[in-house]
T-cell receptor, first 114, second 114 residues
Framework: DQQVKQNSPSLSVQEGRISILNCDYTNSMFDYFLWYKKYPAEGPTFLIS?????DKNEDGRFTVFLNKSAKHLSLHIVPSQPGDSAVYFCAARGYGGSQGNLIFGKGTKLSVKP | DSGVTQTPKHLITATGQRVTLRCSPRSGDLSVYWYQQSLDQGLQFLIHYYNGEERAKGNILERFSAQQFPDLHSELNLSSLELGDSALYFC?????????????FGPGTRLTVL
């Protein structure tokens, strides 16, 4: 059973517009949620995180929203740039505090068209 | 560059063989995690070591084992290899200095079992 789900395998957006990537989870015990970006032939790169006690965290063009009642989080990228084209993974931190392992979704491939 | 190194980058071997993947964490990070990414799958957590001790196990097969050495580098040993073990294997490290415990990933080792 998948505890972290990214239901959209791909998303295409025009440069300058907003990209919204979605993620659902089933376990209420997760205490942190993270987004990673992955380019081909590279390891995932950390983007932004949010604590389960917050509902929003912003870092430059990236904002993550958390809706605990719906067990849903989203990553907004504004404005989108061609260099943002990559696979985006949503992850939730499992048990173990700051050293807990991450549970990943299957990823959403974002294509930003010039 | 995340600061996490993995060797080798690519590995091609035959069924039934045994291989060792190596990971060096970022300087100062005590935690090392191993993840497997198969085709069209998200990253699956395998095992976590903290300062030389095993902390958590995920979906790791009995044919697989890992260890973390006193200099904090880690090795993942895969034995009696099967075709289905072909995947990308990522190592990540993390620090206790940040609450969100974001993990920093190496570039991965691509294992092909023929």
């Amino acid at each position: 059973d998948q505890q972290v789900k990214q239901n959209s395998p791909s998303l295409s957006v025009q440069e300058g517009r907003i990209s919204i990537l979605n993620c659902d989870y089933t376990n209420s015990m997760f205490d942190y949620f993270l987004w990673y970006k992955k380019y081909p032939a590279e390891g995932p790169t950390f983007l932004i995180s949010i604590s389960s006690i917050k509902d929003k965290n912003e870092d430059g063009r990236f904002t993550v929203f958390l809706n605990k009642s719906a067990k849903h989080l989203s990553l907004h990228i504004v404005p989108s740039q061609p260099g943002d084209s990559a696979v985006y993974f949503c992850a939730a931190r499992g048990y173990g505090g700051s050293q807990g392992n991450l549970i990943f979704g299957k990823g959403t491939k974002l294509s930003v068209k010039p | 560059d995340s600061g996490v190194t993995q060797t080798p980058k690519h590995l091609i071997t035959a069924t039934g063989q045994r291989v060792t993947l190596r990971c060096s964490p970022r300087s100062g990070d005590l935690s090392v995690y191993w993840y497997q990414q198969s085709l069209d799958q998200g990253l699956q957590f395998l095992i976590h070591y903290y300062n030389g001790e095993e902390r958590a196990k995920g979906n790791i097969l009995e044919r697989f084992s890992a260890q973390q050495f006193p200099d904090l580098h880690s090795e993942l040993n895969l034995s009696s290899l099967e075709l289905g073990d072909s995947a990308l294997y990522f190592c990540a490290s993390s620090t206790t200095r940040t609450g969100s415990g974001e993990q920093f990933f190496g570039p991965g080792t691509r294992l092909t079992v023929l």
